[in-house]
């Protein structure tokens, strides 16, 4: 008999039926014992006597051919009257690390990261996971539908150029090499190679000595590289649209993972766009909040974000035209803007997610620009050369998946969007 | 004006219209000039008047508006008589590293990757690419339509338990930690977490000693894991319905790129599935050919694919049933063959593409297992304590992306099929 995942019973024409799954939940009344059986697709209510029972324990894997019934009580409106039961996982505890089957957590997230394959069958945790997932395919359906090609770069890299100290070093064959922090120069040079528009969902490394709920040590990064734009008002554009598709896809694909956390998506979002001086400014002025030069600090993301929601009913806010010295070199200065750069930040939340901004495209004028940062143009080699022999005006940004996943819930650390974090402490499992 | 991309042009009922791309060709008869315009969809021709020529260099970035003349010589039919030309990116170069607009390549392989951005540009070069990318699309397809979830794993780890030796060292904030050599403990992991089928398409790491044409120490696998399987022919069935649905897709897809290769790929494929021993057996009574213990050599699997292409009309062929001391630790042993495990290769035109099995699911037996092969249970911790939470049977494999595209495209060298190879030698670009 094919097996029936749980979300297709009600579906399934056929009275008798075969599911497999977990042991969630156990109601033992003696004659007749009731069990929550649960599945990748949800959870069913199975019914079954005695003799069957075998000693059932949480979290068993089980298989089971069963009869639906009609009961009002359970939550699918139908159970499974079981016929044959057969264990197909065993268990080998003496309790659970934490209960999985309940609403409340009582675990510590350190606990929970501890037991990862545990923590994550909890349908809550669980669908952090399936959210996440579903937004990489909205970032790249979004994507391949506007002519991106999806590239994959390596990620270990021969030199720390573009990242400074802040990189993770490999021993390549008693070479000392790098852990790339973005596929940045990649992105850029597969533009030029005639791929003209490409992203990238792949690791990046970075070495921060920061432990905090905002920051990892390895994430997945949403590169966006695009060839033939105007200026970066077209990325703006761009990042806008990706963000809305992504937001209405998981609407679609998601409406009961999203109900868990309470969450209905936004149909339409419009994303203010405010040059850095200018919230600087306002900063200072409306909240008494003092910036560092060129930038805003987390407590003024917060408090930025909260004024834009207030004000423009946005959850969004890109900052433009960041001062030449804070971005890197290959950023194009603004034209008419003296000191300024054509690069933006997206602050969602009271968090950034997204770095990005038009590149110079001219090797004269990158050339230059290297200089005038106090680099050398002979340490950019391959990088630089690839300028030599045609280069497309472009630009593109980034944005942080775990950051994003994050935010769009409401989680309060940036570890329970991650499968598997990886920080200054942990590295297992 | 919006850009036509050139696969539009014949479809766009406008006459005059704005294309934008590179300088692939200059053919200067005096008074006018004809120039191909490659963009990233194809080749079109323009037509420019003396006055408006603006010393065109080969692979300069340009945009023109023109307006659309028919021409039954040009490739598509249909040129465009140039109206106005902008330059959008310059060239800084005396003479490109090697051509690009002829059929006949003239660089040697190594050159070619030392100026990737360049040969990229070649149609022929660009379009291996175009459908290593088509092949990664079917991939997720084909499996997100069986209700598999893509998943992201960490490639730091913390301990070399899986690869032993062949594995690159990173210094973690002073700690020695290794990259992946695949995902094989977190994908099982995620099975067991609840996701019950999971793939992932990420980077593989190898420190093997090897500078061959079919190894490289960075490459992208696409790993597969499923739950509840019955035993390893369930793995060789999806992987077969895989393989049918890629090739299907790539005939729809990338026909264009395929005719570059001459190549049509099969409607439908049956793959053969022989026991190991009898093609032992049967290399040494056919062709005398001798195979080390447990396995066939790189030799051997050369001439078996011919003798199944002759006999079978195959490609393809799954070796079955490995011994227990050639495969992991956790491969399920055969219930009826003793010494033999429930494990497959795929080769594919004389060359494994994959390595799969069943996996050992019960707890007590993969740790008596682990004792069996001399290594210590304590050592596997996270990994094995996953085992006492119900695990369901389950097993997977995995299938190099760059060994599939090139044997899909019958190249001489892995790195034909690799945008930016890392090898022994090779870190740059």
Redesign the interface.
Known sequence: ME?T?VCEIMNNIESTILV?G??HKIHDLGKITFVQL????GIVQLVIQKELEQSLRL???I?VIGEKALNQKATLGVELLVKDLKV??????DV?PFEINNQKVTATLETQL?????S??RPKT?SV??IQ?EI??AFRGFL?EL?F??????????SSTEGGSEM??????E?R?F?AQSPQF?KQ??V??????VFE???A?R?E?HNTWRHL??Y?SLDVEMG?IKDEFDLMDLEEGLLNHVFAHLNKTCATELALFNKILPESIKIPRIPLSEVQELLLKEFGKRSPAGNIDAEGEVILSKYIKEVYNSDFVFLTKYPISKRPMYTMPDEELTDMTKSFDLIYKGLEITTGGQRI????MLKANIIKFNLKPEDF???L?????????HGGFAIG?ERLTMKILDLENIREAT????D?KR???
């Open positions: 097996r995942y497999r977990w042991v649960r599945d990748k697709t979290e068993m894997c298989e197909l996982g065993k268990t080998y505890y659970l501890d037991y990862r394959s545990i994550l069958r669980r996971f399936k997932e990489v395919e391949r002519r090609s999806e590239i994959h770069t390596p990620k270990i890299i021969s993770f070093t490999v021993n390549y064959f070479k090499t852990l990649y040079m597969m030029g190679a005639g791929f003209e528009k969902i792949g690791a490394y070495a000595l040590n390895e997945i033939f495209h001219d090797y004269e080699g391959f990088y050369d690839s300028f030599k022999f045609g280069m497309p005006p998946l499968l598997l974090p990886r200054m590295l297992e499992p």
